[in-house]
Structures are given as structure tokens and as C-alpha cells.
């Protein structure tokens, strides 16, 4: 970020395919995956999250009040950071976090969005969720595209909305998301299939014209929590000397 000449905020986003968004909390029983602008300032999302010792606790409720003050201290920062830019200018980030709690056998999914100066954590209970950019794979679950079946809306003259609940409701024909489940897939499919989704959604954007916004080699993470807490941890991209290849 720096200002023109007449004092104006001027942002310029910055990417890095070698930027590693996808991390653990410091005792690995929780994990996150950062999506959007990845700055609280002198540090990012990341690693902050890294350096937080997340609460493991088993009631839900509980557990949300845990990760909203961990999401405050968060906001705090940024706040700090844009503090001379128009709220209305600041970028928008999307954390999916992973929680996990004694005596749960599955992990809790949480959503905490970043845009304007107050954060908004909601809980996940889809069963796969996308985060950031995924309107190329988006059709591949769902057999449609939000964009196209809008315009068809229009075009029949028929009220958005209702026809957005139509495509939302279980039909005869069942749709690829409602035949995956994921409770009781692998471990290793789990992570086939989050991998092939990126690949497909970095894939369409390379050939397709306009701005990339994902890219570089994937990193991938599982929060395990049975039998026992434990996080898996399989990089796209590690350290290396510049020189080699």
C-alpha cells in the first residue's frame, strides 16, 4: 500500500505462488485455510493463526465464543493496519477454520469473514465447502452454474430467487454433492478429491482469458480427530536454495 499525491490510499494486491495459506494452530488440534487478502499488516492471517494456541472445548457454543475472540484479536490488527483507508476499500478475507474438541469424533467447521471493520464467524455444515475462488468447479458438484442459470432465470422471466430454491431442493436426478460422503470416506480420497477440485479450478482459470486468481503448487492439511487428534500435514512447496531446481 502507499498514497499519490494527494494523500489517497493506493492498494495494490500482491500474490506469491510460494505463499503457503493453509496452516495449524500451535498445538495442532485446529487448522486454517486462508482465502483473499492474507495481511493483518507486519504479519499474516497465517501466522497469526500458527502462533495461537486454539482452545479445544467440547461444547459448540463454547467453542465459537473461543474462536470469535481469537477472530477479534485478528480484526484488531487489520483495523490498526487500514486505519487511513475508507472502510469501504478494504480487502476482504475469508478464513475456514477447524476445530476439535475432546471426546467429538468429528471436527467443527467454522467460516469467519473479514470485510468492513466487524468479522462474521458462522458455522459450516455443508459437505464439501469451497472458500475463495471456485466458480470452475462450483458446476462439477452442484450441475449448474450460478451465473448461466441466473440469466436463464431472467430470460423465462422467472423470479431469481425461486428459482435459485428450486436448484436447491433435492430433485430425482441427485446431483453430484449429494452423493458424496464425506463421513466416511478415507482419508486418502478426502485428499484426492480436495486436490483434483483446486487442480480443476487453477486448470480453468490458466486457459481461460482474464486474471488468475489461484495458482502455484497446492499444500494439503487434514485435521484427523479419531482415534486420536492429530494433524496430517502434505506441502505442494517447501524451502529450497534459489538455485536449484
Known amino acids: 500500500m502507499?498514497?499519490?499525491?494527494?494523500?489517497?490510499?493506493?492498494?495494490?494486491?500482491?500474490?506469491?505462488?510460494?505463499?503457503?495459506?493453509?496452516?495449524?494452530d500451535q498445538w495442532r488440534t485446529a487448522m486454517v485455510a486462508v482465502a483473499g487478502s492474507a495481511t493483518l499488516g507486519k504479519m499474516s492471517f497465517?501466522?497469526?493463526?500458527?502462533?495461537?494456541?486454539?482452545?479445544?472445548l467440547s461444547d459448540h457454543d463454547q467453542q465459537g465464543k473461543a474462536l470469535?475472540?481469537?477472530?477479534?484479536?485478528?480484526a484488531a490488527l487489520r483495523a490498526e493496519y487500514w486505519l487511513d483507508v475508507p472502510v469501504e476499500r478494504w480487502p476482504v478475507t475469508q478464513l475456514l477454520v477447524a476445530t476439535?474438541?475432546?471426546?467429538?469424533?468429528?471436527?467443527?467447521?467454522?467460516?469467519?469473514?473479514?470485510?468492513?471493520?466487524?468479522?462474521k464467524v458462522e458455522v459450516i455444515t455443508n459437505r464439501?465447502?469451497?472458500?475463495?475462488?471456485?466458480?470452475?468447479?462450483?458446476?462439477?458438484?452442484?450441475?449448474?452454474?450460478?451465473?448461466?442459470?441466473?440469466?436463464?432465470?431472467?430470460?423465462l422471466k422467472i423470479?431469481?430467487?425461486?428459482?435459485?430454491?428450486?436448484?436447491g431442493r433435492k430433485l430425482n436426478v441427485?446431483?453430484?454433492?449429494?452423493?458424496?460422503?464425506?463421513?466416511?470416506?478415507?482419508?486418502?480420497?478426502?485428499?484426492?478429491?480436495?486436490?483434483?477440485?483446486?487442480?480443476?479450478?487453477?486448470?480453468?482459470?490458466?486457459?481461460?482469458p482474464g486474471e488468475t486468481a489461484c495458482g502455484g503448487p497446492i499444500d494439503v492439511?487434514?485435521?484427523?480427530?479419531s482415534p486420536v487428534t492429530e494433524v496430517l500435514w502434505h506441502p505442494g512447496k517447501q524451502l529450497h536454495h534459489p538455485g536449484s531446481q
Open 2 to 24: 502507499g498514497y499519490d499525491e494527494k494523500g489517497e490510499a493506493i492498494i495494490v494486491p500482491q500474490t506469491y505462488d510460494n505463499a503457503t495459506k493453509i496452516v495449524a
Open 68 to 74: 470469535e475472540g481469537v477472530v477479534q484479536a485478528m
Open 174 to 208: 441427485m446431483k453430484a454433492i449429494e452423493q458424496i460422503n464425506p463421513q466416511v470416506m478415507p482419508i486418502q480420497d478426502a485428499m484426492d478429491l480436495a486436490y483434483f477440485l483446486a487442480t480443476v479450478q487453477i486448470q480453468m482459470e490458466r486457459f481461460l
Open 128 to 155: 464439501v465447502y469451497f472458500g475463495g475462488t471456485f466458480n470452475r468447479v462450483f458446476p462439477l458438484l452442484y450441475g449448474y452454474e450460478m451465473y448461466l442459470m441466473s440469466a436463464i432465470a431472467a430470460e
Open 221 to 225: 492439511m487434514v485435521l484427523k480427530t
Open 159 to 167: 423470479g431469481e430467487e425461486d428459482f435459485l430454491k428450486v436448484l
Open 46 to 56: 497465517m501466522d497469526y493463526f500458527a502462533s495461537t494456541a486454539m482452545p479445544t
Open 100 to 119: 476439535s474438541s475432546p471426546g467429538v469424533p468429528s471436527p467443527m467447521l467454522w467460516e469467519a469473514t473479514f470485510q468492513g471493520k466487524e468479522p
